[in-house]
């Protein structure tokens, strides 16, 4: 963990082991690129999303997979209780 001055922030270099990152000046140089634009999207491109982009040219977001095969469960099983309900 790293403080700033008045936020702490967290680095985590997870996918280091998946994907190797950019160098360094690249990623800043992609970060600041973005600054000022509003691209954010809770389920399309999120902070995660935008971290991997920088460091790594990949807008995947491990979030955002979660989420995805959850509401695939669970819509699954919605249908079927729904199938088996109207035999």
């Not at 990152?21 to 634009?37: D, N, T, V, W, Y």
């Not at 989420?67 to 199938?83: D, E």
Request: aromatic letters at 8%; one cysteine or more.
């Amino acid at each position: 963990m790293m403080k700033g001055d008045d936020a702490e922030v967290y680095v985590d270099n997870s996918a280091d082991s998946k994907w190797a990152p950019l160098p360094p000046q690249e990623i800043i140089a992609r970060a600041k690129s973005k600054e000022g634009q509003s691209e954010y999207g809770l389920l399309h491109y999120n902070c995660e999303s935008f971290v991997n982009w920088c460091r790594y040219n990949k807008t995947e977001s491990d979030q955002v997979n979660t989420v995805g095969k959850l509401v695939k469960i669970l819509g699954g099983a919605a249908l079927g209780m729904l199938g088996s309900s109207s035999t």
